[in-house]
């Protein structure tokens, strides 16, 4: 790999972990949800420095070029996270059933307790 | 014996009042779900001061009637009768509905438009052959026939309010909601069946298709996963 490539990767992959970072201390990322992408962030960086084991991992696959192993890694990464992400949404969407739900049989209830008064 | 209609409503700001006027006259409660309506439905309810329920989140047809069940359960009905607000339903129909939870002969009712010969109004042909089609897989789960799978026109008894108030399967589509109680006694009585007057059906051809074979696939995961909710 060029050396221009690797300082490529490497600050794009700093700029990625400080937006990361950015966003846990404005509260629009949970830092639950943030470990996952700063792992990766880790396991890229250590790539950069240890291209000849990851050439042997992709012999060992049968995978031609380390592009493609990084692609292959990529791609498997993004479907776990995806699986997650829709699983947490629909552990969120039967939450938020329910609370509709309480709210509104709630708000009918003090509706009907103001009627009788 | 204390009966409530639960009539799921979303934009159904022109057929609304009707529905709640045909009701007159019947001896039953009424509570009309507003399913989190973009149109003016919220406003007509209130206008008109008909007894609803506001859901600030549109929940679809199973939320809505998980809704309707658990303010039954809590008001202590001792039936709960699924009644679309759009008009296509027959009020005259409800105590006949009703007929066979009082002799305990069943604990859910259902309306069929394909028994006897009073609902002239059955359905396009297409959406005919899906609902052949559920009902065959339901007998063949079952080993029980229940001829009109997608009716909305339904009489719960006490226990079936308890299930569905806590255990509504409001992810499936609602015919599974009959295989997920078949183990309790399931009756089915002809009605009549009127076309949606007013507004849109939100059903296109395409989205039938997919909704049958989104139905197909949930008996078969529901057959899977849950062998306690029905009598394989």
Redesign the interface.
């Known amino acids: 790999m060029p050396n221009s490539l690797k300082i490529f990767l490497i600050i794009s992959i700093l700029i990625f972990i400080i937006h990361v970072i950015q966003n846990v201390k404005t509260n629009h990322l949970s830092v639950r949800n943030c470990i996952i992408w700063l792992i990766m962030s880790l396991a890229i960086i250590i790539s950069v420095f240890q291209i000849d084991t990851l050439a042997k991992i992709a012999d060992f696959l049968g995978i031609k070029t380390v592009a493609n192993l990084f692609f292959f890694l990529g791609f498997i990464f993004l479907i776990f996270v995806s699986f997650d992400v829709l699983r947490t949404q629909s552990l969120q969407n039967k939450k938020i059933i329910k609370l509709t739900q309480e709210l509104a049989l709630l708000r009918k209830e003090i509706e009907n307790d103001k009627k009788h008064q | 014996m204390k009966v409530l209609v639960i009539i799921p409503c979303y934009n159904e700001e022109e057929s609304i009042v009707e529905t709640v006027n045909s009701l007159k006259g019947q001896k039953v409660d009424y509570v009309v779900?507003n399913d989190g309506s973009t149109d003016h439905s919220l406003k007509v309810l209130k206008d008109h001061n008909i007894n609803y329920?506001?859901?600030?989140?549109n929940?679809g047809i199973g939320?809505v009637m998980?809704?309707g069940y658990?303010?039954a359960l809590?008001n202590h009905y001792d039936v709960a009768i699924q009644f679309d607000g759009d008009g296509q339903h027959d009020a005259s129909y409800i105590h006949k509905l009703i007929e066979p939870i009082k002799k305990k002969e069943a604990n859910l009712v259902i309306g069929s438009r394909f028994i006897g010969t009073d609902s002239q109004f059955k359905s396009t042909i297409t959406r005919r052959i899906g609902i052949n089609t559920l009902s065959f897989l339901y007998k063949v789960i079952t080993g029980k026939r229940i001829k009109d799978m997608t009716s909305g026109f339904r009489a719960a008894d006490k226990s079936i309010i308890e299930i569905f108030a806590f255990h509504y399967p409001?992810e499936y589509p609602e015919p599974i909601t009959n295989l997920y109680v078949s183990n309790m006694k399931i009756k089915e009585i002809p009605v009549k069946m009127k076309k949606r007057e007013h507004g849109k059906s939100s059903i296109t051809p395409l989205k039938s298709i997919y909704y049958m074979v989104n139905v197909i696939l949930y008996f078969f995961i529901i057959v899977l996963s849950r062998k306690d909710d029905y009598n394989a």
């Open positions: 779900i329920i506001h859901l600030d989140n929940l939320g998980q809704t658990q303010y809590k409001y």
